[in-house]
């Protein structure tokens, strides 16, 4: 979110009463990690934020170690996600790894359950805790969300008063099937944001377009991020004006 959207957005989240309104959020890509870290860090202990990775580490489609010359420098892309974990857990995200979500815990649904406990930087199964029937009207849907362990499938409750769930997108580009496209379905294109087209005037930019990374002469990532979307559209409509213009094109070819 841009910061002239909070007041819209994190007034969602504000404590309604003396329990503190936890929010867990299913998933780990980018804009899981922006909603936790927004949250996090305007709403405080008020709002303690759970974030569930089906991995062992967030982010894992965007930090590929076959995705870096690791010739170039010292980090891999584990070394990469560990650095924004810890980011996240000093503004107080906690996460609960290689764990997928089940269901959401069913506001009628009482009795004793494992939840989760422990260190904020990978929260662990505990024993079962009694958790009584609800009163009042301040659970609407759900009371969490019941998530089970990849290795084990041991199954643990999660309480929250908000539930996100950030479970990925998937690109639409069937239509441009003669272009080059990545193995996600993406749309490859090069620094200026053009596709394979042999006419140089096909471009492609958004969730649908593949970007070269610096790093690596091979291969090329996929940013589902609103920013990125505005940033590289006003490039190109910059590169189409200046080509109706007869201007010489800048960037090349990967």
Known sequence: FDDDEEDEVLPLYRPQSNFAERVVIVGGGVLTMELAAK?????????????VLSRDRIMPKLFREDCIDKDVGAMGAKDVSDFYERQLVKVGVKFVREHKCIRLWDINEHGEFPTVGGPAISLQRTRPRRFEPLTGAYFSTCRGIVVENNNSQERSWIAAKCVVLCLGDATNSSVFSFLDLAEDQSIIVDDTCRASHSSGDVFAVGDVASYPLPRSKERCVRVPHY??????ASYVASACVEALQGRPRTGSRG
């Open 227 to 232: 920013a990125q979307a505005v940033s590289t």
């Open 39 to 51: 949250i996090s860090r305007f709403r405080g202990d008020n709002v303690p934020v759970t974030v």
